[in-house]
């Protein structure tokens, strides 16, 4: 955020502790969740990443990837410094990933409509399996990178962080809201939103696990799932047109 009023730098500093705080709450619900082995190191991707793989002799490096200009730029800073250590961008974000939805001619959509069409037989897998099951992990003290400590600024927050929390708020939402969402997420007098933007900014939950066994026969799952496909086409403009940022 650049503010350029002094009345409202203030707000703006407010904005970034409570960003901060969640995302710090996140990473401290994750390293729980993964029985401490959470490393938190502090530094540039480009410098951190590579001497992290050096240390434990990784084969690979496997990221969510990143469609934003900033973020396409820091990932290929690391996949030049990591040499002969591949990058591998495994899943996104989104529903339907950018770059997968384009009209016969092969260019990108500018407008929702046709997008929505053709983003809805584009199909997604089902939520990938999550859990300390899933892979071999390694004890973080044995890996000898500076570690820091989570950031907990103090903020205020009345949103619960991590993904316990995310499941539970969305189970919450659709047992009871969703049913009415396509009338009331226009009605600024009913807390008739699902209030996840911060749990998919953050990715403590996908949006893949949020519509996994929908109804979408029923006309607040379709009027969901339609606000899902606006959050794709808008990552699709950006990852087309980057000037658009």
Known sequence: MVSTASQTRVPA?????????????SLRQLRDDLGGRLLVTRGR?????PLIAKQIGASAVHISEDFAPFG???????????G???????????????????KDDGTPYRVFTPFFRRWSEAGWPSPARTGRDCARWLDPAQVAVEHCE???????????????????DWRAFVDDGLERYAQDRDRPDLDGTS?????????????????????????GA???LREVAFRDFYAAVLYDCPASA
């Open 13 to 25: 500093a407010k904005h970034r502790q409570r960003r901060l705080q969640y995302l710090g709450d």
């Open 45 to 49: 991707p480009e410098e951190r990443i």
């Open 72 to 82: 396409r730029r820091r990932d290929e800073r690391v996949r030049t410094a990591l």
């Open 84 to 102: 002969s250590v591949p990058l591998v961008a495994t899943g996104s974000p989104y529903l339907v990933s950018p770059g997968r939805v384009a």
């Open 150 to 168: 989570i950031p907990d600024p103090g903020a205020p927050l009345d949103l619960a962080a991590g993904e316990a929390a995310a499941r539970r």
């Open 195 to 219: 209030r996840m933007s911060a749990h998919l900014k953050f990715g403590t939950i996908h949006p893949r696990t949020m519509v996994a066994g929908l109804d979408f026969g029923a006309a």
């Open 222 to 224: 379709r009027s969901y």
